[in-house]
T-cell receptor, first 109, second 113 residues
Framework: DAKTTQPTSMDCAEGRAANLPCNHS???????VYWYRQIHSQGPQYIIH???NNETNEMASLIITEDRKSSTLILPHATLRDTAVYYC??????????FGAGTRLTVKP | DSGVTQTPKHLITATGQRVTLRCSPR?????VYWYQQSLDQGLQFLIQ???????AKGNILERFSAQQFPDLHSELNLSSLELGDSALYFC????????????FGPGTRLLVL
C-alpha cells in the first residue's frame, strides 16, 4: 500500500489559509487520497477525498499534483476550532484505511 | 454528528476481564469497521463486517472478536484483558464496504486497571 508523509506539526494564524501538505509518491492509479481530522480524542471526521482532480467542499479544498505524488489540503479561513490532527490517507483497493501519525495543526489567535 | 453511535462512552475494568463494545451504524449503512487507537500505536484497523459477514481483518488479536447482527449493529468483544488493551475504540460505517467514505463514531474509551 502506498505510504504517506506529512509534517509532524504546523501552526496557522486564525483567519488565514492553512495549507497542509502530503507526499504519497508510491500511489497507484486507482488509489484515492482521503483526508480526515481528529479533534482531541473525538472520532475522526471526514473532510474530503479525490482521485486526480482537485476537489472542493464546504470544509476544504484538495489539490492533487498532476503526477499524483503529492497533495495539499487547504482550509481557506482557519478558525480556532480547526485545531486538530489531520490525516492524509491513501486508500488501497482492499479498502483498508491506514492512518499515519498525521499533522498536528494549531490555529493561533 | 456522524450518525454512528457507540456505547458505552467510557469503560473501566480489570485485567483478565471481558467487555463488549457496541456500535450502531448510520441509517442505511451495511458495513461496519472497528479501529483501535492507543497512545503508542495510533489508529489501527481491526476488522470489517459487511451485512453480517466478516469482510476484512486487520491487526486484531485472537482475544478480540466481533460480529454484526441482522439489524446491522455490531459488537466488539475483548477478552482476557491486559493493561495494554487500554485505548480508544472507534467504530465506523459506510454504505457498501468498498472504496467509499467511512464515517466514525465518537468512540469508547477503555481503561484496564
Amino acid at each position: 500500500d502506498a505510504k504517506t508523509t506529512q509534517p509532524t506539526s504546523m501552526d496557522c494564524a486564525e483567519g488565514r489559509a492553512a495549507n497542509l501538505p502530503c507526499n504519497h509518491s508510491t500511489i497507484s492509479g486507482n488509489e484515492y487520497v482521503y483526508w480526515y481530522r481528529q479533534i482531541h480524542s473525538q472520532g475522526p471526521q471526514y473532510i474530503i477525498h479525490g482521485l486526480k482532480n482537485n476537489e472542493t467542499n464546504e470544509m476544504a479544498s484538495l489539490i492533487i499534483t498532476e503526477d499524483r505524488k503529492s497533495s495539499t489540503l487547504i482550509l481557506p479561513h482557519a478558525t480556532l476550532r480547526d485545531t486538530a490532527v489531520y490525516y492524509c490517507i491513501v486508500r488501497s483497493a482492499n479498502n483498508d484505511m491506514r492512518f499515519g501519525a498525521g499533522t498536528r495543526l494549531t490555529v493561533k489567535p | 454528528d456522524s450518525g454512528v453511535t457507540q456505547t458505552p462512552k467510557h469503560l473501566i475494568t480489570a485485567t483478565g476481564q471481558r467487555v463488549t463494545l457496541r456500535c450502531s451504524p448510520r441509517s442505511g449503512d451495511l458495513s461496519v469497521y472497528w479501529y483501535q487507537q492507543s497512545l503508542d500505536q495510533g489508529l489501527q484497523f481491526l476488522i470489517q463486517y459487511y451485512n453480517g459477514e466478516e469482510r476484512a481483518k486487520g491487526n486484531i488479536l485472537e482475544r478480540f472478536s466481533a460480529q454484526q447482527f441482522p439489524d446491522l449493529h455490531s459488537e466488539l468483544n475483548l477478552s482476557s484483558l491486559e493493561l495494554g488493551d487500554s485505548a480508544l475504540y472507534f467504530c465506523a460505517s459506510s454504505v457498501w464496504g468498498t472504496q467509499e467514505t467511512q464515517y466514525f463514531g465518537p468512540g469508547t474509551r477503555l481503561l484496564v486497571l
